[in-house]
C-alpha cells in the first residue's frame, strides 16, 4: 500500500511524460504480481465501487478530529476534495502497516460495503490510524469510489511493456478487458499479461497462449483517429482515402465467438444487455467474426439516425422496459471488419477488410442487414472542395463531419500513425457567447481556484430581459486566464450556496458544444453536449450576450 501510495502521489504531482513513464515503470518493477495487477486496474482505468456512503466517511472523520460540522464543511470547500480534506484532519498515524495493496483491497476495502456502523467507525479509524497523510488520502479515495489519475492508459502500456520486455501493441491487446469488473485483477493474470512473447503466440483472434476462455469474447483494441488540423489538400488526392461520414453515436464491437455473442464500448465495458436487438444480430453472424462500428438511434425503415439524446435513456437506465426500447430503437452501423471465420484481419489493408465487410452485409438475412446492421456508405468526390461542401452539410444529416481513412491503412491501436492514418474531419461546434453567472470551486490542483462555471443566455420572452443557465463548462482557458477569473469570481460574489458561488454578471465568454436538444428537464428548456470555453470575449459586455432563442433556433436548424 505505501508503494502504491508513493506512486499515486508522483504521478499526480507531475505533468511530464517522462517522468511519469520513469514512476510506473520503477513500480511494476518491483511490486508483487498480486498487487501490480490491482495496481494495473486502477491505473488503467478500472473504477473501485464505493464501499462507505460519503456521509459515513465524513462523520466518522469528523468526529474523530473532534471538529464541528461547520468547521469541516468550510475545511472542505477551502481544500476542494472530500478525501484530501479528511488526510489532513485526523490526527497524526500511531501505528505504521506493511500490508500490501491486494491485502488492503481484499481484505479490508471489499468487506466494508453494508457492515454495522459500530463495526464500521471501529475498522476505519482502526485503518486510518496506520497509514500516513498519502495513504490515508489513496485509501478514502477508494472506499469512496473516487479514485482518479492523471495518466493515460497507453503510458501504462508503456511501462508494462518495458517491465515485459514486450512490443507495446502486444501489451494493449492483452489489456483488453482488463478493467472488467466481473474479473478480478490476481497474480496469474498479471504474469500472463507481461509474459514474454511464446513461439507460438501470434495474432489469430481464437488461438494463441494467451486466449483463454475467460477471454474468448474479448475485444481488439480500438483503432482511434486523429483530429484533422491542416487543410485536407495536403492529404493528396481524394482517391487515395476511404471517406464516411462522422456518426454520432456509441462506439462499439460486436464480438461472435464459440456460438455466442458479446458487444463491447470503446470504454471496454460490456454492454450486450443494453443493446439486445444488436446483440441479436450476432446470433444471425457466423463464428469467428468481430465487427468494428457505430451504435446509432435508428427508426427501422428511417434514412437518417436520430439525435443521439435518443440513446441515452439505454444507457442511463438499469431496467430497459419496453416503451425504452420502442422510443430508443438501436442499430449497428459498422465500419470495418477485424476478424472473419476467426481470422484477425488487422494487417490486412482497410479497402480489402471493407470488401470482406461488404460481402458479409450482402450475404445475411435482409431485415437484419436492412434494419440492425447498417454499412457506412462510402463517399465519393472528385476533389476537396466538393468535400467541403458535404461537410458543411453535416448537421443537416446528423452527423458530425467526415471521416478520412487511408485505403492502405491497417487496424492501427490507439491513436497512432505506425499503422496508417485516420482522421476525424469535424465541423466546428455550435457557439453562442454567453455569460458566467455561477463559479465552483475545482479538484486536484485547481482545488483552491474557481475554474468550474455556468453559464447564462439572455431570455427576451414576454417584454423581460433575464439571464437563463443553459450549460456548465471548465475547460478551454490557460492557467494565466483561470487565475484571472478567480479573482474576479472573489471580487463580485454575490452569495454563496454551499461549494457555489454566484456573481455579479460581469463576464462574457464564447462556449462551444457539440450538439443540442430540447430539455423540459432544464430551466432553459434546453440541453447541449460537450461544452467547454473557446475563449474569452473581453472585447464584449453582457448585452453583448447571445438569447434563448438563438439557442433554440440551432435546435430547429438541425430539425429542418
Do not use: C
Request: proline share 6%; net charge neutral.
Amino acid at each position: 500500500m505505501k508503494r502504491f501510495a508513493a506512486l499515486y502521489a508522483a504521478l499526480d504531482a507531475s505533468t511530464s511524460t517522462h517522468d511519469k513513464l520513469e514512476a510506473l515503470t520503477a513500480y511494476f518493477a518491483v511490486a508483487a504480481p498480486e498487487d501490480a495487477a490491482w495496481a494495473a486496474y486502477f491505473l488503467a482505468g478500472g473504477k473501485p465501487r464505493q464501499a462507505v456512503p460519503t456521509r459515513q466517511l465524513t462523520e466518522i472523520a469528523r468526529e474523530r478530529a473532534g471538529l464541528p460540522p461547520w468547521l469541516f464543511e468550510e475545511s472542505y470547500h477551502a481544500v476542494g476534495d472530500l478525501a484530501e480534506t479528511i488526510a489532513h484532519i485526523l490526527p497524526p498515524a500511531e501505528r505504521s502497516s506493511e500490508l500490501g495493496l491486494t491485502q488492503w483491497i481484499e481484505q479490508r476495502v471489499l468487506t466494508l460495503r453494508g457492515i454495522a456502523p459500530d463495526e464500521l467507525r471501529t475498522r476505519l479509524l482502526s485503518y486510518w490510524d496506520e497509514l500516513d497523510w498519502s495513504g490515508r488520502f489513496l485509501l478514502t479515495k477508494l472506499i469512496g469510489g473516487g479514485f482518479r489519475v492523471g495518466v493515460a492508459r497507453q503510458l501504462v502500456v508503456r511501462a508494462l511493456a518495458e517491465i515485459a520486455g514486450v512490443d507495446h501493441k502486444r501489451i494493449a491487446q492483452r489489456m483488453v478487458g482488463w478493467t472488467d469488473s466481473q474479473q478480478k485483477p490476481d497474480a496469474a493474470r498479471y504474469l500472463r499479461l507481461i509474459a514474454p512473447q511464446a513461439a507460438d503466440e501470434n495474432t489469430d483472434a481464437q488461438h494463441g497462449e494467451f486466449r483463454h476462455d475467460s477471454d474468448l469474447g474479448l475485444p481488439y483494441p480500438f483503432f482511434l483517429a486523429h483530429p484533422l488540423q491542416a487543410e485536407p489538400a495536403t492529404l493528396g488526392a481524394p482517391s487515395l482515402w476511404q471517406i464516411e461520414w462522422k456518426w454520432d453515436g456509441i462506439r462499439a464491437q460486436l464480438v461472435k465467438r464459440d456460438g455466442r455473442v458479446w458487444l463491447w464500448s470503446r470504454g471496454e465495458e460490456l454492454i450486450t444487455d443494453r443493446f439486445p436487438e444488436v446483440a441479436a444480430l450476432g446470433d444471425a453472424l457466423p463464428d469467428g467474426y468481430v465487427i468494428d462500428g457505430e451504435i446509432l438511434a435508428w427508426q427501422p425503415g428511417a434514412n437518417a439516425p436520430l439525435p443521439f439524446a435518443r440513446l441515452q435513456p439505454r444507457i442511463a437506465r438499469k431496467t430497459l422496459t419496453k416503451k425504452i426500447l420502442a422510443d430508443s430503437p438501436a442499430s449497428l452501423l459498422a465500419y470495418d471488419l477485424l476478424e472473419a471465420q476467426g481470422r484477425d484481419l488487422r494487417t490486412t489493408p482497410l479497402a480489402q477488410r471493407r470488401a470482406q465487410l461488404d460481402a458479409l452485409a450482402t450475404s445475411m438475412d435482409g431485415t437484419l442487414a436492412r434494419d440492425l446492421l447498417r454499412v457506412s456508405p462510402l463517399i465519393d468526390a472528385p476533389d476537396w472542395q466538393t468535400l467541403a461542401a458535404l461537410r458543411d452539410d453535416s448537421r443537416a444529416r446528423g452527423v458530425e463531419g467526415l471521416m478520412l481513412k487511408q485505403r492502405e491503412s491497417m487496424y492501427g491501436v490507439g491513436r497512432t500513425k505506425a499503422s496508417g492514418t485516420w482522421w476525424k474531419w469535424k465541423i466546428d461546434p455550435f457557439a453562442v457567447d454567453a455569460v458566467l453567472v455561477y463559479a465552483q470551486r475545482g479538484h486536484g490542483r485547481r482545488a483552491s481556484l474557481y475554474t468550474d462555471f455556468t453559464f447564462a443566455v439572455w431570455d427576451e420572452a414576454n417584454g423581460m430581459r433575464t439571464l437563463v443557465p443553459f450549460a456548465k463548462a471548465y475547460s478551454g482557458l490557460t492557467d494565466d486566464e483561470m487565475r484571472q477569473v478567480d479573482a474576479i469570481v472573489r471580487k463580485t460574489t454575490i452569495e454563496k450556496f454551499g461549494p457555489v458561488r454566484s456573481v455579479t454578471p460581469t463576464l462574457v465568454f464564447e462556449i462551444g458544444f457539440e450538439g443540442i436538444q430540447a430539455s423540459p428537464r432544464h430551466k432553459s428548456g434546453v440541453a447541449v453536449r460537450f461544452p467547454r470555453m473557446l475563449r474569452w470575449r473581453t472585447d464584449k459586455t453582457i448585452d453583448d450576450a447571445d438569447t434563448l432563442a438563438m439557442l433554440k433556433g440551432f435546435i430547429d436548424d438541425r430539425a429542418g
